[in-house]
């Protein structure tokens, strides 16, 4: 059997984009099948590596939702340290009236400017 499509989430999008002086731009977005009752981000936390671990160092924003939508955006910035390589890891749930559905995305991995 091979993999199973997404049932309430159409598509994800989660990136890091270094802006200087240690400041990154942290973009989300989500979108779902149809019009959702429920939609957003669970937790947004972002991550560092450490002795080839990554490891949550900052949660961002947590239980942060739309309603009655189809898509969800969340961009905010992270003051981080010049030199130093970042992810976000981001998990993402969709409510509908037949259910729910959660998903985990990591972003790929930037350094800092």
Sequence with gaps: ???????????TSVKIIPKGDGKILLENKLGATRVADKLGI????V?????????????VVTDDYF???????YDTH????PGTQY????KFY?????GSET?????SPKIAE
């Design 87 to 90: 992810r976000t890891y981001v």
């Design 67 to 73: 309603y009655n939508a189809h898509t969800y955006i």
């Design 103 to 107: 998903k985990i995305v990591f972003s």
């Design 42 to 45: 669970i937790s947004l936390k």
């Design 1 to 11: 059997m091979g993999p199973q499509a997404s049932e309430f989430i159409r598509s």
């Design 78 to 81: 992270y003051n981080g340290t």
């Design 94 to 98: 969709v409510d509908i009236d037949e």
């Design 47 to 59: 991550q560092i590596k450490e002795r080839g671990y990554w490891r949550s160092i900052y949660t």
